[in-house]
């Protein structure tokens, strides 16, 4: 899934970033690193109708909580796609071409990562391109369209996922359908997940307890080498403390002779 941005709508291409859903989180976080590489939020952003952005019904926009949220925390307006747009979707289609066409063909990737950061090496070359039709760098165009930008706010908004579990015992979380581990020391607690485009962390408390690469596959467990080596340190302290020698108690023996005299005090 691609988020894109293009130049006053005359430009190929000027930024880009893949995400690994079409989840609300993914989607956010993707489009903010871009706000965020632009240095500059736009007045208005054009969406089609995707379900984590909003739809038209009735002939009105509906946007939904998450877009709303987030557009609220950068001052920015939205625009949605009809259905019956082919300008505006042939944009978006032709920025999604070219990529498939241009940068996709011959190049493996290890994760989300390694996608994005080979994706900005071509996109800076990519961008010093005269254009076919306008005859102008994308490089060159942006300035102007920067400067008709608005600027950062103080706060950029949090588009992560985050969420509360208590901890179970086999001392992974749940993340889309992959499980990630987690200290085993923190079994029973509750521990608080948040996830981004590229890493899920868990804290509880103040304590980071685990971080992990965002894995792109599904129905996978990652465990980490450190939680690992806790879970064995555990288990063998459990083995030791079930095979050690019982620890002689010294039982204090009550004299019976008290219970006879207070038997004759009650008679």
């Known amino acids: 899934l691609w988020t894109v941005v293009g130049v006053s709508g005359f430009s190929r291409l000027i930024g880009a970033v893949m995400v ?11 489009m903010l690193e871009i706000i965020g590489a632009f240095g500059a939020v ?3 952003a054009v969406w089609d109708q995707e379900g984590c952005i909003g739809r038209i019904r009735s002939g009105r926009q509906v946007l939904s909580g998450e877009f709303q949220a987030f557009r609220g925390v950068l001052g920015m307006g939205a625009v949605l796609v009809g259905p019956a747009d082919p300008e505006a979707k042939g944009l978006v289609e032709r920025a999604n071409g070219y ?7 011959g190049r493996s990737f290890e994760d989300v990562a390694d996608f994005n950061g080979q994706l900005g090496v071509w996109l800076r070359r990519a961008n010093q391109r005269i254009h076919g039709t306008t005859r102008v760098r994308p490089s060159e165009a942006i300035g102007e369209d920067r400067g008709a930008m608005m600027g950062l706010p103080p706060v950029l908004p949090d588009p992560s996922l985050r969420f509360s579990v208590r901890l179970p015992r086999d ?5 889309d359908t992959n499980d990630y581990s987690v200290d085993p020391r923190f079994v029973g607690r509750r521990v608080d997940v948040q996830v981004t485009l590229g890493e899920v962390t868990v804290t509880c408390g103040d304590v980071e307890v685990a971080r992990h690469r965002r894995c792109l596959a599904k ?9 690992a080596r806790a879970l064995r340190r555990i288990r063998a302290e459990a083995v030791e403390a079930a095979t050690a020698e019982p620890v ?3 039982v204090e023996e009550r004299d019976l002779a008290v219970y006879d005299q207070l038997i004759e005090v009650a008679s």
Not at 20 to 30: E, M, Q, T
Not at 99 to 105: A, K, R
Not at 171 to 175: A, D, G, P, Q, S
Not at 219 to 227: F, G, Q, R, T, Y
Request: proline share 11%.
């Open 20 to 30: 690994p859903s079409r989840a609300a989180h993914d989607v956010l976080g993707g």
């Open 42 to 44: 736009p007045r208005k």
């Open 99 to 105: 990529l498939e066409t241009s940068f996709l063909p």
């Open 171 to 175: 001392h992974y979380v749940r993340v």
């Open 219 to 227: 129905h996978h467990s990652i465990l980490a080498p450190d939680h």
């Open 248 to 250: 002689e108690v010294t």
